[in-house]
């Protein structure tokens, strides 16, 4: 079992920045490849990004890239999203997700453990 818990949501104008965190206790954090995926209200869970469990391979939605990044900390059991030039379209609740493999992926059944979700609002 991998328990996740993400924090760093809240509410942003439009063009600001925020990070979010996710820390990870459980099973060997190094053994996963971890993701971020958001769900907006009324829409699927849609992929954001994903990091390898090295660190040295990273993934992004076209929709984020450039503007976010994705990082982690192994000796910390902690993965990170600093989400830079926020959008309107970027409000959503964001989850940390724990993928099945080391190398990453960018679909949602193959994530295994969850975290709660973290509120990420953008105002215009």
């Known amino acids: 079992q991998v328990q996740l818990v993400e924090s760093g949501g809240g509410l942003v104008q439009a063009g600001g920045s925020l990070r979010l965190s996710c820390a990870a206790s459980?099973?060997?954090?190094?053994?996963?490849?971890m993701g971020w995926f958001r769900q907006a209200p009324g829409k699927e869970r849609e992929f954001v990004t994903a990091?390898?469990?090295?660190?040295?391979?990273?993934y992004y939605a076209d929709s984020v890239k450039g503007r976010f990044t994705i990082s982690r900390d192994n000796a910390k059991n902690t993965v990170f999203l600093q989400m830079n030039s926020l959008k309107p379209e970027d409000t959503a609740v964001y989850y940390c997700?724990?993928?099945?493999?080391?190398?990453?992926?960018?679909?949602?059944?193959?994530?295994?453990?969850w975290g709660q979700g973290t509120q990420v609002t953008v105002s215009s």
């Open positions: 459980g099973r060997t954090f190094t053994t996963y490849a």
């Open positions: 997700a724990a993928d099945n493999s080391p190398y990453g992926s960018k679909v949602v059944v193959d994530h295994a453990y």
């Open positions: 990091i390898s469990w090295t660190g040295h391979t990273t």
